[in-house]
């Protein structure tokens, strides 16, 4: 538990010093150890509500919430995140949609994120027909969806760099809760307290990794050395979940 749990705090640490939550690894570090997979959303869920609040009352306080067009995309996925956590999934099909989650990630944490603000670009339009899938990705395998929403806005140049960081931990925050209570809904008092019992030091684990990844983020390492190696963990853990299947 000790090694497991200095892994979240590691992972918590990478994820939020760039903005998002962590809970695909955190789910595949769970399923590495060899934990029931029907508790691993749970976890991982609640995981991604302790790092991503933090950021998200920050980007509030400091004005940067696009509040309205941010509100429009997470009303559209937080039903959808509910759907998904109630929705039976066998094992092998959530370790294999969790592993794809992570390799994608990974690639997407590999796209330059451009720092100035531009023009609102032709695509953005579309962007609140991918809440609803993303949404209901979040609320099956226990992600927060934000991984994959914040270079779809960087791409349609949906807003400035600062906006989307703050739209995509507000995306992460609403869907883990809405994704956490179908989970719940789903698995009963029996499946949420082993989840509580396994998951308390974890969560503790990432509160303290996620306050450490803002204070590098803030003052110390440069943000590109931070995303790639957040790319490399992603991608090596989700090479060896599909692998181990």
């Known amino acids: 538990m000790v090694a497991l749990a200095i892994a979240f705090l590691l992972a918590a640490l990478l994820y939020a010093s760039v903005g998002f939550g962590g809970g695909s690894t955190y789910n595949a570090l769970l399923a590495l150890s060899g934990v029931d ?4 959303p749970l976890i991982a869920l609640s995981c991604n ?9 920050r980007f509030a306080r400091a004005g940067v919430t696009p509040w309205r067009r941010a509100l429009q995309l997470t009303a559209i996925a937080a039903p959808a995140a509910l759907l998904g956590g109630l929705t039976p999934i066998g094992e092998g099909t959530f370790l294999t949609i969790l592993g794809a989650s992570l390799l994608l990630t ?28 993303l ?28 906006a989307i960081a703050a739209t995509a931990s507000l995306f ?9 209570a179908g989970q719940i809904f789903k698995g009963g008092e029996g499946r949420f307290l082993a989840a509580f019992d396994l998951g308390l030091p974890l969560i503790v684990a990432v509160a303290i990794g996620g306050q450490i ?3 590098l983020a803030l003052k110390f390492l440069p943000q590109r050395w931070i995303r790639w190696g957040t790319a490399l963990l992603t991608a090596w853990v989700g090479a060896r979940l599909l692998l181990a299947m």
């Open 135 to 162: 949404g209901y990705l979040a609320g099956l395998v226990g992600i927060g969806g934000g991984i994959f929403l914040a270079p779809l806005l960087h791409l349609t140049r949906w807003n400035h760099a600062r």
């Open 106 to 133: 990974a690639a997407t944490m590999l796209l330059p994120v451009k720092s100035t603000d531009e023009a609102r670009g032709k695509g953005a339009g579309l962007v609140p027909l991918a809440a609803a899938p």
């Open 49 to 57: 509500i302790v790092v991503v609040a933090g950021s998200t009352a």
């Open 37 to 40: 997979y029907r508790i691993l």
């Open 213 to 215: 990844g803002s204070l």
């Open 172 to 180: 992460i925050l609403v869907n883990s809760l809405f994704g956490l």
